[in-house]
């Protein structure tokens, strides 16, 4: 990748900032800019090529108005790409090589058949609409274009009321308020408060009209605004170009393919990274870590992954380990104990690699030359965990080849099953630089009464403020002048820092196990982060407020193209109680990524601590590893077509107004609807069930929609699940492994719908090959109320046989059954006429060829 992008920008932006102050002081609005017009179009083929003339005096608003723009519209096979650039000069855009499209996407209607590129020429101004109806999805006319060095602004009216979804990362509701909405795109370090700019970068959104959906999305690495208020959509960012996406749908998860089919497919994820995870910040010693795993084997809660934070290493050094609390022998011994029980074992690492003439990491990284610079040339310090750092430059040529070796040493020495990256926004303690010549463990700042950063803070700030709620840009970062390969500065690609480790670290990870497909969990995310990592949402409290904004963090991250997302299980900071943690357990069983995580100095809050948390523990990951086949087969359709694994109800139901703003149920793919209790001293769930017929998970009885409901669920109760009318859930009896879990018997769960039809799917290969060529299997499962077949391709060779299929909502008791043509004994066959549920037990069918069951 680094190779690829060889660039060498004498790009504006922040050079114009070092240079002049072009802040206008009498503050003039967009409104007063004088707006570009049309001076000559060309068309293309599919493209359309027009130069923009500045209408007017310039403004100058927030810095220097551009004179002549270039306009290129592009019909793609999945999107409609409108860019505004400047036409003479360079400013710096993201390369392509940032993202993984796929280039195999062929949609069943072309995109010029689908969007409509229409425009005014004096002033300009631009519409996309819908082909087929003629509706307008953005329209720029009633705003002026402001094109200048260090401000663009671009703004779209929307209708009153929108229903906005995404523009992250943030915590907040799911649906976003249109009417007061100010999303700040810069990558912070933060505990998750409300409303604010997170860790990660998506200027992305989904609009629900009438029952339809469309996306918009602008790539752009510079700090930006996007507002919702006023019926608008406003982009105000401090550099770059304006490059839009419009994504058509017509419904959400069309959308969502078209923008995965673009930025990056979510990876093939390996079927172990399903099971439960367990971490926390403060495991003291390995003893304490090998504790854990046994007292998890003791409570009989399957535990897949034992996970370790920073205090594994020594001073917090990456690719380093504790002499004293982690003895290399020690690990050793203990990861081969794990993998023994088929589990697995995950370590942390951060970006920032100490300045230490004696830490090998350090001493190679000056020699390949690896670091972020100063703008004098001599390497940027800042302070992270092992005091005084440097941040790998992922711009420089060697700066691959390094990671990956440092990566390869330690797995020789450790034979970890992934890496998790953390602080890459990138995190830093000082204020911009701590001083380019320091060394040694500060205390951190806010252990240090005293501390205040002591060299001049020269960091240039951008004369349009963006909501960043740090205020300025540097603060807990990198300085925005700090200088990357090329020339490019920290102030242009800030927000990519956590997106291009995460490339280089699959790369490395790839490189030591070429056919394995990695483990890699990040917090910075960008477009097309999904193709490389899986996400968790961050650190906060451990609070029911968090419990809550969690579902909305794990839908919005299966927008953005990457569905392994999970929030820390009974929260990060502070002492989680004994109910918070049981319904977090409940909750967390089902995130796509699921993983118990803990701070430091808090309560312990493993799922065996309290006996009812670990009774309601044991229950949730049952139902959890009993539907792996099917969460593994959301996790394929996620790989091949961006499908969300989690689905919002108001994706789901769109032009049900009573789903639009839930998101406090969910469905775990088409088929499972969850409706967890989210509020403390609560033992029912207000539930509402959009039209179908929906079935308990548990007893089978079912509920007709569209209903609202109170649902018992006590504390030592199961988290109510319904299964959807129309759908057939794959099954798996579970073990306290997945790997053992992955060798019991299958069993299909057919939920027939109104009509008495049910379809569903499930995939299989060997859960951790890269290529799996033929091996695999895509069965394809279509059941009516006089039988169930499986189709598909059948690659894969499972030992584990079908054993059970039961069929929900059959009206009438079948004289007899047949499988592939032969009766089976009336002793297999269970027919409950009052639940309508028909069980066929025992089949001992082959899951490796088509199967015909007849009633
Ligand atoms: C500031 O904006 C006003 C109003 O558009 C304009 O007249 C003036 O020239 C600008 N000042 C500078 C320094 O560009
Ligand atoms: C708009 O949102 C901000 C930040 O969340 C909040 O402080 C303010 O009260 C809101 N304003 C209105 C009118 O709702
Ligand atoms: C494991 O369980 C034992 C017995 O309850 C407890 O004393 C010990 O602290 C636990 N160890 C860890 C690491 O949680
Ligand atoms: C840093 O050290 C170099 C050489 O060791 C020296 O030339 C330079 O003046 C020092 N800079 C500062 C800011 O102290
Ligand atoms: C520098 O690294 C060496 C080797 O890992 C270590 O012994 C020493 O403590 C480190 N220095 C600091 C200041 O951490
Ligand atoms: C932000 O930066 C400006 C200009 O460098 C400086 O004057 C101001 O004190 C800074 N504010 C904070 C909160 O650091
Ligand atoms: C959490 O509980 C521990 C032990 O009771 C206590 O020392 C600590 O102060 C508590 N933390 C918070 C944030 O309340
Ligand atoms: C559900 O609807 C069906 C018709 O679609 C009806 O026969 C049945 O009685 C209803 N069940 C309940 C519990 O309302
Ligand atoms: C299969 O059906 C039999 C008979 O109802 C039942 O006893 C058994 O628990 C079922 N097994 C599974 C895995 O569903
Ligand atoms: C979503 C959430 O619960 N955010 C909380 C994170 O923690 C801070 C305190 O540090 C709270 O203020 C936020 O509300």
Redesign the pocket.
């Known amino acids: 990748m680094v190779k690829r992008i060889n660039i060498l920008c004498v790009c504006l932006g922040f050079s114009a900032l070092a240079n002049a102050q072009y802040r206008n002081s009498t503050q003039v609005g967009s409104a007063d800019c004088p707006g570009y017009s049309v001076t000559s179009v060309q068309t293309r083929g599919n493209s359309l090529f027009s130069r923009l003339s500045l209408r007017g005096q310039p403004c100058n608003q927030y810095g220097k108005d551009v004179k002549d723009l270039l306009l290129e519209v592009d019909y793609e096979n999945s999107r409609l790409r409108v860019k505004i650039s400047d036409a003479d000069q360079k400013h710096w855009e993201v390369p392509v090589s940032m993202w993984s499209p796929d280039k195999s996407y062929r949609p069943k209607t072309s995109m010029g058949q689908l969007l409509e590129f229409a425009y005014q020429k004096d002033p300009f101004s631009f519409q996309v609409k819908r082909k087929d109806t003629g509706e307008v999805l953005f329209d720029t006319s009633k705003h002026r274009l402001v094109f200048e060095d260090t401000y663009l602004e671009l703004t779209s009216s929307l209708p009153e009321n929108a229903n906005i979804y995404g523009l992250g990362e943030v915590v907040d509701t799911f649906r976003r308020d249109p009417t007061n909405t100010t999303q700040a795109m810069w990558g912070r370090d933060v505990a998750d408060p409300v409303r604010e700019n997170l860790y990660g970068t998506h200027p992305f959104y989904i609009e629900l009209r009438n029952g339809k959906a469309h996306g918009v999305q602008i790539l752009n690495s510079y700090g930006m605004d996007v507002i919702l208020e006023k019926n608008s959509v406003a982009y105000k960012a401090i550099g770059g170009v304006l490059d839009f996406s419009f994504y058509p749908g017509s419904d959400a998860y069309e959308v969502i393919n078209q923008y995965t089919a673009t930025v990056g497919r979510p990876h093939q994820i390996p079927y172990w990274s399903l099971g439960f995870h367990q971490c926390r910040y403060g495991y003291v010693d390995i003893d304490e870590v090998e504790g854990v795993v046994k007292n998890y084997s003791l409570a009989k809660i399957p535990l897949e992954t034992m996970w370790t934070d920073i205090e594994y290493m020594d001073m917090f050094k990456d690719f380093t380990l504790d002499p004293i609390n982690y003895p290399l022998e020690r690990v050793q011994k203990f990861v081969s104990e794990l993998h023994d029980n088929g589990q697995q074992y995950v370590l942390i690492i951060d970006p920032a690699i100490q300045r230490n003439e004696s830490y090998a990491t350090w001493t190679e990284g000056v020699k390949q030359d690896v670091f972020i610079k100063n703008p004098d040339g ?1 390497i940027y310090i800042g302070q992270v965990w092992p005091g005084y750092t440097a941040f790998p430059d992922w711009f420089a040529p060697n700066t691959q080849q390094w990671w990956t070796s440092q990566i390869k040493n330690f797995m020789d020495d450790v034979a970890i099953d992934g890496l998790w990256i953390d602080m890459n926004e990138p995190a830093s303690f000082c204020v911009g630089s701590c ?3 320091r060394t040694g463990i500060p205390p951190y700042p806010w252990e240090d009464p005293n501390y205040k950063p002591d ?1 001049p803070q020269t960091f240039p700030e951008p004369p349009y403020a963006i909501h960043n709620a740090y205020g300025n840009l540097s603060v807990k970062t990198v300085s925005t002048e700090a200088v990357h390969h090329g020339g490019l500065t920290e102030y242009q690609v800030h927000n990519l820092y956590g997106h291009m480790e995460a490339i280089a670290t699959r790369k490395s990870l790839l490189s030591v196990n070429p056919n394995k497909r990695p483990f890699l969990l990040g917090r910075s995310t960008f477009a097309g982060s999904g193709a490389h990592e899986g996400h968790w949402t961050g650190d906060n409290w451990s609070t029911w407020e968090q419990l809550r904004y969690s579902i909305s963090g794990v839908l919005s991250f299966q927008m953005f193209g990457i569905p392994y997302v999970g929030a820390d299980i009974c929260g990060f900071n502070g002492n989680t109680t004994e109910e918070l943690c049981l319904r977090w357990m409940q909750l967390g069983s089902l995130y796509p990524f699921s993983r118990n995580h803990n701070g430091k100095g808090n309560i312990a809050q493993e799922a065996y601590v309290w006996p009812s948390v670990a009774e309601a523990s044991r229950k949730a990951l049952h139902t959890r590893y009993e539907i792996l086949p099917y969460l593994y087969t959301q996790f394929q359709h996620a790989h091949e077509t961006g499908h969300p694994v989690w689905r919002p109800l108001a994706f789901e139901f769109p032009n049900d107004q009573e789903m639009l703003n839930n998101d406090l149920q969910f469905l775990v793919g088409p088929g499972i609807l969850a409706s967890p209790v989210l509020a403390e001293g609560a033992t029912t769930v207000d539930a509402k069930f959009p039209e179908g017929i929906w079935y308990d998970y548990y007893n089978w009885s079912p509920i007709n929609g569209t209903a609202k409901r109170t649902l018992s669920a006590p504390l030592d109760g199961n988290l109510p699940l319904h299964i959807r009318g129309g759908h057939i859930i794959p099954t798996q009896e579970p073990a306290i492994t997945i790997a053992q879990s992955r060798e019991n018997p299958f069993s299909l769960l057919v939920a027939l719908d109104e009509q008495g039809n049910a379809e569903g799917g499930l995939y299989l290969d060997d859960g951790q090959s890269i290529h799996v060529g033929q091996q695999f299997s895509k069965i394809f499962y279509r059941a009516t109320s006089r039988g169930v077949q499986a189709r598909g391709h059948f690659g894969y060779r499972s030992k584990a046989l079908l054993k059970n299929i039961t069929i929900l909502g059959l009206k009438a008791q079948p004289n007899e059954v047949r499988v592939d043509g032969r009766a089976i004994s009336p002793n297999q066959i269970f027919y409950h006429a009052e639940k309508r549920t028909l069980i066929i037990a025992q089949l001992s069918a082959s899951m490796n060829r088509p199967l015909r069951v007849t009633f």
């Open positions: 001599s001083g380019s010549n060299i």
